[in-house]
């Protein structure tokens, strides 16, 4: 099986995105996505994107040069080492459990699930309905059924996710998290959340009648496996807040 890598880089993290890209070498074929032009003559090697591209940008030119069978990518604001030990279980993971979307915990999400509410499926990886997309690995086939993302309609990504798990679950493909590997992400963001809800709102309403069906029922499972009401960043991007914002998923959470 062939894993292939992704780092998104963007302005800030160029030392964090070498060192990953140092890390990831050592296991495979990686790529690095860049948007920041300041640092392009010192990276020739990197695939420049300018600027003005975000995730949805770098997500396109990630599947334009992929060509493996298990996309694996990692934000550049992540930090995590032991890639030999994650790819070996990811292998397995998608080899061995019928697995589509793997990923490891990372210490800030919105999706803290209560393990008891999950269904295991190895020694500490666990079937969930939503993973992070800070770092995963996503296999050609769930790829195959994901539409691409039009960066002048979502031009941030937020929801991405959503639809790689929706098409997943089409094929009957698991989604797993690994509890054995915990990725450090910072709790920040570098856009603003409002134009993430909306662009998210608008990229979702073209998907497809199957994708929509499974998107429904991912959503109520989503928060019935939290151990507690959602954070309230969280319930703002669900659209618990912003009424234009609810619109968002009352396509598919309608009995």
């Known amino acids: ?33 860049n948007s920041d032009s300041t640092v392009e003559c010192r990276h020739p090697g990197w695939h420049h994107l300018g600027d003005e591209a975000y995730f949805a940008a770098q997500w396109n030119k990630a599947l334009e040069l992929f060509d493996g069978d298990v ?18 279980r990811c292998r397995f993971a ?15 999400t919105f999706w803290n699930y209560d393990r008891n509410r999950l269904r295991p499926i190895d020694a500490d990886l666990f079937e969930v309905p939503q993973t992070d997309c800070t770092c995963w690995a996503v296999a050609r086939e769930v790829l195959q059924r994901v ?12 929801g991405l996710d959503w639809m790689v798990v929706a098409a997943a679950r089409t094929i009957q493909k698991k ?27 608008a990229m979702l309403e073209t998907a497809p009648p199957q994708a929509r069906s499974a998107l429904r ?35 598919f959470h309608k009995p």
């Open 147 to 158: 539409p691409r993302v039009d960066p002048r309609i979502n031009k941030i990504g937020w």
């Open 94 to 108: 998608v080899d061995h459990c019928g697995c589509g979307v793997y990923a490891p915990n990372v210490d800030f």
């Open 1 to 33: 099986m062939k894993i292939q890598a992704f780092i998104f880089n963007w302005v800030g993290y160029e030392a964090n995105a070498a060192a990953l890209e140092q890390s990831l070498s050592s296991v495979g074929t990686v790529h690095v996505i």
């Open 175 to 201: 989604v797993a998290r690994d509890y054995r590997f915990t990725v450090a992400h910072p709790k920040k963001t570098g856009y603003k959340i409002g134009q993430a809800q909306r662009d998210m709102a």
């Open 217 to 251: 029922k991912l959503r109520k499972e989503a928060l019935s496996k939290l151990p507690r009401p959602p954070h309230p960043t969280l319930q703002k991007a669900l659209g618990f807040v912003k009424p234009w914002a609810g619109r968002l998923f009352d396509t």
């Open 71 to 88: 996309l694996f990518h990692i934000q550049a604001d992540a930090s995590f080492t032991q890639f030999a030990e994650l790819f070996e």
